[in-house]
């Protein structure tokens, strides 16, 4: 037997648990319609496909077998899963969290908790990236990514560039565990050196003698006093992922600083900024004297969210 925490679409009122035997378990249009609403009161937005989200993962289906079964019963094992993971929605635990992955780049991601949740608007990165790597005319570059926690940014440059050869970092152990499975089932173990370290300190007597081509970075970015006003899922997410300290550019200032020890003339660096960074970060690289004029780029929704600037050759 196993207990019911919300109700039925039959009309049970939200109440007291009540046993439930296996051949009366729910159907999947009933927990549906019980998870939307419990998942609508916690103030989810998505309620309705978080639910269809998380049923089609206890199935092991797509969301739209759901459609095409609506009257199919759960098995006492099934709706158990799924009971829990509603209920840990409700307190608004991360549904990539939940599902134990996330689409970035066309390609599905590894993620857990404790590593930070790659984010759609990061894809200007890899854009940026791919866009540089036509810009210098480099068929097989060295890239280096600061602050990889699940690989994706690195995995997907990989992905694009098959004559890369990619460094990428990060200081948290279960994040390069995560980046490491992530690379392994895209493929691309063998072109992605995981190195463990607190930014430029991971690349001390590995990184490439005559430099790298370019280097990304996505680090954390956020004003530390800002982090308790964030909604409640980014406060399931690692605090050391988001805290750029005081004024939100703490990493950005030490990336910059030992950028031209590391990138080869003609280099690239790519950072990634929060919405309204985009003119300090630029400033700040230009302030460093080591790089030409820094461009801004946008993403899709046109917040600022990319600073790009090239290492001053000869």
């Known amino acids: ?31 549906l319609a019980s998870g939307a609403l419990l998942l609508e009161r916690a103030g989810i937005e998505t309620a309705r496909l978080d639910a269809e989200c998380l049923l089609a993962h206890v199935l092991g289906c797509p969301r739209w077998r759901l459609v095409m079964e609506p009257r199919r019963r759960l098995t006492q094992d099934e709706f158990g899963r799924y009971l829990m993971l509603i209920q840990r929605r409700e307190v608004r635990e991360p549904l990539a969290y939940l ?44 890239i280096v990514e600061l602050c990889t926690g699940t690989g994706a940014v690195a995995i997907a440059l990989a992905r694009e560039l098959p004559g890369a050869i990619v460094f990428a970092t990060d200081i948290s152990r279960r994040a ?25 300190e991971a690349l001390q007597g590995r ?26 899922e980014v406060q399931w997410e690692p605090r050391r992922a988001l805290d750029g300290g005081p004024d939100g550019l703490q990493f950005h200032q030490e990336i910059i600083a030992g950028a031209p020890l590391n990138l080869r003339l003609g280099g690239f660096l790519l950072l990634e900024t929060g919405a309204e960074q985009g003119r300090t970060v630029s400033g700040l690289v230009q302030a460093s004297g080591g790089f030409e004029a820094p461009r801004v780029l946008q993403d899709l929704g046109g917040r600022d969210r990319v600073v790009v600037a090239r290492r001053r050759g000869n």
């Open 207 to 232: 990184e490439p003698v005559d430099g790298v081509d370019l280097v990304v970075a996505n680090p954390p970015y956020l004003p530390s006093g800002i982090l308790p006003t964030l909604m409640p």
């Open 99 to 142: 599902l134990g992955t996330r689409e970035f780049w066309s390609l599905g991601f590894e993620v857990s908790p404790g590593v930070l949740i790659p984010r759609p608007e990061t894809e200007t990165l890899v854009e940026a990236a791919l866009a540089a790597i036509r810009q210098g005319h480099l068929p097989s570059p060295v």
């Open 1 to 31: 037997m196993i207990r019911v925490r919300f109700p039925l679409v039959s009309g049970a009122l939200l109440g007291p648990p009540a046993p439930l035997s296996a051949c009366l378990c729910p159907t999947i249009e009933e927990c």
């Open 176 to 200: 390069l565990r995560v980046a490491r499975a992530n690379a392994e089932t895209h493929g691309v173990a063998d072109r992605i050196r995981l190195l463990r370290g607190d930014l430029w």
